[in-house]
């Protein structure tokens, strides 16, 4: 009932507007007097200096013969088409894809929306009609179910600029993304399942654009492995990548400085929030919620409006005056400041990221920090995340060939100790166990 209810409102909108619109002229007069005299009338329709029909937006449920009527010009350069499934209250009067539409041999920006009775109901675009205009710059498809054949005709396309793919394919209906590498000038890509399907590595259509990709969209896929070509997208403002089953996204998005939107809302990300972010100046969206665990501090961008976290992740606030969390700061406590010297615990701060604090207050790796009495408030305490012994260093803070050297930064006294200033780094410092600058 809802969807009758939503159909029958965007069809009394499309006749109300075809009333109310100014006066159609040129070719857009004579295709609404063509479907007047058929008990219809055109919906959206605009025509150049020339009275030639450019614009054009139609749907199934006007008859064949006014699909053809307004299909036969060849001026036509942007084209919408919505198609609307049969339900038990209302039965379109044309339900296949036009074919008159691969005679346009101008159109540059195709659009094409199925809306189904129920969410779950598609329709499909039957082999060899895509065989569409090479002018052709902006596609979209919405609410279908992809075929190999869709995909290998949409590759010949090798003009275009835009492609959206909003489809439905069950994991078992599979098909190749590697024809569309062709595409190599695409700046818009989306490609949004809603049945979830498996692809493995990154399409390679997403590769083959580098150069030019300033928009990125790709949603219910499960990407296993990303290529380190992917670093190569520094030209993207805006990506959304969700419910891809993602890991390691982190490593590959340092230099992409150019973002405004950063989306990797559901994914796999176990990760430290990288700090380069605070890097990217245009940044004013980001989304990292639904994630098994995120950990370091959250963002202080400047330009960023909307931040959006989970209560369970393990960030701290490196301030209070944090504008995107101005409505909600998830409970997030401030954060320990970084150790600068080595030393870690109150008054000195925390160890940097992978290393433990151990019981002296020092920080390292191996058994002597990580292992017992290791101030996990102050730092890791995970020996698997830190398996590196590190007997060079002091754990004691005491200096010299039994204890080891200090920290980088501090001098070792002449009687053992590490620190700085005259006591330490004067007469007597032990240059071969730290600075005596």
Sequence with gaps: MFFLKSLLLILFFYF??????????????EIDDFFKERNTSVG????????????????????EECIKKALSYNSITKLEYHKYGSTPYYSPKYNKFPPEIANLTNLEEFSYTFTGYKDYIKTGIE???????KSMKKLSFRGIVISQSNINEISTLTNLETLHLSYFNR?????????????NKLKSLEMANSGYTILGDMPKVVYSSSKTLTHLVIT?????????????????????????????????????????YLDLYYNNITDELPEYLNDFKNLKYIDVSRNPKITGKVLTNSNLETCIYDTNYKLCLPRNDIKCLKNNNYGYEECEPISVDGQCGNGHGRCSNGYCCSKYGWCGKGEKYCGAGCQKEFGGCDQNDSPIEDDKYTTTGKCGNEDGKCRSGQCCSKYGWCGTGEIYCGSGCQKEFGGCN
Excluded: W
């Design 16 to 29: 109300v507007f075809a009333e109310e619109r100014q006066e159609l002229s040129g070719d857009c007069k």
């Design 44 to 63: 959206i329709c605009e025509v150049n200096s020339k009275g030639e029909v450019v614009i054009i937006e139609l749907n199934n449920g006007i008859s």
């Design 127 to 133: 082999d060899g009609v895509l065989n569409l205009s």
């Design 171 to 183: 994991p078992d209906e599979s098909f190749d993304m590697d024809p569309l590498k062709s595409l």
């Design 220 to 260: 219910s896929h499960s990407i296993t492995k990303i290529s380190k070509d992917f670093s190569q997208l520094t030209k993207l403002k805006y990506l959304r990548l969700s419910g891809c089953g993602l890991t390691n996204i982190f490593d590959y998005l340092k230099d992409f400085k150019n973002l405004e």
